[in-house]
């Protein structure tokens, strides 16, 4: 019994190093790969305001284009910006990781597989988590990840905002004793100039952004969600054949 019960423990070693996490609280948010709207928006953000720094080299143009039902003529002229780059390319950049790494302190990672390495609740909250930090080399913090290398890139859609709160406590869940309620870590953000999106149509653009990377971080789901009902029917019927060769085996040994 002893050995059971510590079989069962080291099983469980893995589900509590996961709850260790990261300390920031993370907003929720659930992917939709089929929300094609929100995926070419997504693609469209990605290109303009990230790949100027990152690349997403497991990725090719032409492969998003297949997956999210993009024409070719539209990928060429709106997400294709570099005249070296063509429709079958990978999505890399021009930047090199020596230079930028001199520019930023620390190189802009590639984000094919980001949402996967960390979580889409994570870049949805890391990219709407910049403050001003009249201290930092881009004048910028980020309450998710602080001392971020990364500018406020989404600074013209967000405008910028101050943080109200002590930076180091937003992670813990604060409860405020009058009211009883759990403190939500949003309401430390207070905006000192306005973008050129509202609050919620930039949620939105940001919810667009990492629902794309999601798409990015596993292209195959599609392929493999569409072959999961066939792979079902396929064992329902072998199952009704591995049925009728068992009952024949036994029905000699039986009699
Ligand atoms: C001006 C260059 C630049 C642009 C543009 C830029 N980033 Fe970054 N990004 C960086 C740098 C530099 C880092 C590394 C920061 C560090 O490790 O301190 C980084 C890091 C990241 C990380 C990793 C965070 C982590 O926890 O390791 C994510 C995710 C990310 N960027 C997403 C984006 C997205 C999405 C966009 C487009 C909206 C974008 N970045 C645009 C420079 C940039």
Known sequence: MKKQLLALFIALVPALSMAAGSPAKLDAMSPDLYNTESLHNGARLFVNYCM???SAEHQRFARTAEDLGIPQEVIEENLILSP?????DQMRIAMTKADSAVWFGTPPPDLSLMARLKSPEYIYSFLRSFYLDSGKP???NNSVFPDVGMPHVLADLQGTYS???DP??????TIDPLKGKVANPRDCFKEVTPGSLSPTEFDKAVYDLTNFMVYVAEPS???ANSLAPKVLIFI???FFFAYLLKKEYWRDVKH
């Open 52 to 54: 100027g720094c990152h």
């Open 84 to 88: 070296q780059t063509a429709y079958n």
């Open 236 to 238: 329902v019927i072998f």
């Open 163 to 165: 943080l109200a709160c």
């Open 221 to 223: 789901k599609y392929q």
């Open 168 to 173: 180091n406590a937003i992670g813990a869940e």
């Open 138 to 140: 881009w004048g910028v």
